[in-house]
């Protein structure tokens, strides 16, 4: 037990009431999830920024004539500049995530993530102090966000790796639903801190989400237990892992049998080794939700980088929002974001079938993106529901891939329960969308030059695309549903 007690965050030693026996499993389960909600919320919240300093930094607005913009991002070819600087980030952010699972599988992911935490705070003031230092060289900006963009990307694998190991399979979509909400708390933070201090200078935007960041990463390196092996939870810790290994897999059995020629995997494997990047891919149903969230998350990246900017140049009822304003009506879309991961956990644990639930949203967000463009700028009141549904339906398949499909993913028999394997698929797949993150700003940034509807358009064939690999998994889980209500004997463990 005292090796395990060495590897405890300092909480553990200041507050000894904290350690078992005193403190019960659930007790501390809920901590974890606490502490992960903060800490990925915190990296949401630096990332949102750039969002709503774009319409400060970009060409001035048509409607205005005392905003200068901020050179070099004022020009002609300012939205151009401004997605180049989105895709800086995000490409380093997408490549970085690929090795920071692979490293998070290997390393103790409290150090781990609180280093991630550390440089996105410092890399985001950075970024910031350009305003003070009156700096205008693209290569400043965009050095920054490379740089911030590698310590992001140790987030996201670090916090589903540790909630894996604390989490069961039941209800994984409904705690995970609720808990992946931190996106979008993160992303309203962010809005409102930036917007609120935006008058102030657009250097304060980042500075205080900056410093949020380091705060929390406090809280993490204080307070995280990354298992519950090392508070002494052998035994339940063991009962996790194996109920994972035996839920997972009935969803996808079908699709594994065709599967079966990609996968080589008859050897028995340690659980605690790590397992190989190549293997991972091979995995069933792998390939199939990575390219999924490649075009999910390029249409949610696109809202999360753009929507303020559009607000900012889109009159509603023929008036043009003020920056403040239009960086705070984005959260409306957040808010729909919080509403549709929960409701696509849930839905998808009732009916257990993770990729018919997410073909279901994708398909209805397309309607929803129309409705929004041709009847958004009728009113404030119509432009805000459409948001808020838009958000729904966009957040909501992107949402349960990126948490529970992918602990599904990461623990299922092929690997034998094997947990340290969750980072590195999580990774991939969270990695793969972060592709088509960073290609959907920059996108929108060129192709705004020729109108809002392509940029619409654009989103709507990603979302179209994004559902075309879920129809075999859909197919598959649709005929297992049937032949379990046929022999009426339906499984409660099955996905």
């Known amino acids: 037990m005292q090796s395990r007690i060495v590897g405890l965050p300092p909480a553990f030693t ?86 920071a699972g692979h490293l998070g599988d290997r390393i103790d992911l409290r150090y781990f993530l609180v280093f991630g935490m550390m440089g996105s705070g410092i890399l985001t003031i950075v970024f910031g102090l350009g305003y003070w230092m009156n700096v205008h060289l693209i290569g400043y900006y965009m050095t920054v966000q490379i740089v911030c963009g590698l310590f992001q990307s140790i987030g996201w694998p670090c916090v589903v790796s540790v909630v894996g190991n604390w989490c069961g399979k039941e209800k ?35 500075v205080l989400p900056g410093g ?89 990246y696109t809202f999360l980088y753009w929507l303020p900017y559009y ?83 966009v957040n909501g398949p992107y949402a349960l891939i990126t948490t529970a499909v992918a602990a599904d993913l990461g623990t299922q028999d092929s690997i034998k329960g094997n947990g340290r394997a969750l980072a590195t698929v999580t990774a991939i797949i969270d990695g793969t969308g972060s592709v088509g993150a960073a290609l959907g700003p920059l996108l929108a940034g060129y192709i705004s030059s020729r109108g809002w509807n392509s940029v619409f358009f654009m989103l709507i064939v990603s979302i179209f695309f994004a559902g075309l690999f879920l129809i075999r998994l859909a197919k598959a889980e649709i005929k297992e549903m049937r032949s379990g209500e046929l022999i009426a004997t339906s499984d409660p463990q099955s996905l």
């Open 212 to 300: 949020f960041v380091i705060v929390c990463s406090l809280v993490v390196f204080m307070f995280l237990v990354v298992s519950p092996h090392d508070l002494g939870f052998e035994e339940l810790g063991k009962e996790i892992e194996m109920s994972v290994a035996e839920n997972v897999e009935e969803s996808l059995r079908k699709t594994e049998a065709e599967d079966a020629v990609l996968l080589e995997t008859g050897e028995e494997s340690d659980d605690d080794s790590a397992i190989g990047f190549l293997e991972a891919w091979r995995l069933p149903g792998v390939a199939p939700f990575a390219f999924c969230l490649f075009f999910s998350k390029l249409v949610a």
């Open 311 to 393: 607000l900012r140049h889109t009159a509603v009822a023929g008036v043009h929002i003020s920056h403040k304003t239009a960086g705070i009506l984005s959260t409306v879309f957040d808010i729909g974001g919080v509403l549709g991961g929960i409701s696509a956990g849930f839905i998808s644990d009732k009916i257990k079938a993770r990729a018919l639930t997410s073909i279901t949203f994708l398909a209805l967000s397309i309607p929803a993106l129309v409705i929004y463009r041709i009847y958004g700028s009728v009113s404030m009141f119509i432009n805000i529901a459409l948001m808020f549904i838009s958000g729904l339906l």
């Open 14 to 99: 200041l507050f000894p009431n904290l350690n078992t026996p005193h403190k019960t499993f659930t007790f501390h389960q809920i901590s974890v999830l606490i502490i992960t909600f903060i800490a990925y919320a915190s990296f949401h919240a630096s990332r949102k920024p750039p969002s709503i300093v774009k319409s400060v930094l970009g060409p001035p607005s048509v409607s205005s004539s005392i905003d200068n913009g901020w050179a070099p991002f004022n020009g002609s070819e300012g939205t151009k500049r401004l997605g180049e600087l989105d895709l800086a980030f995000l490409s380093s952010y997408a490549l970085g995530m690929y090795f």
């Open 172 to 206: 994984r979509g409904l705690i995970m639903g609720v808990w992946n909400s931190h996106t979008s708390v993160g992303n309203i933070l962010g809005s409102v801190i930036g917007s609120s201090v935006l008058d102030f200078g657009w250097g304060w935007s980042f």
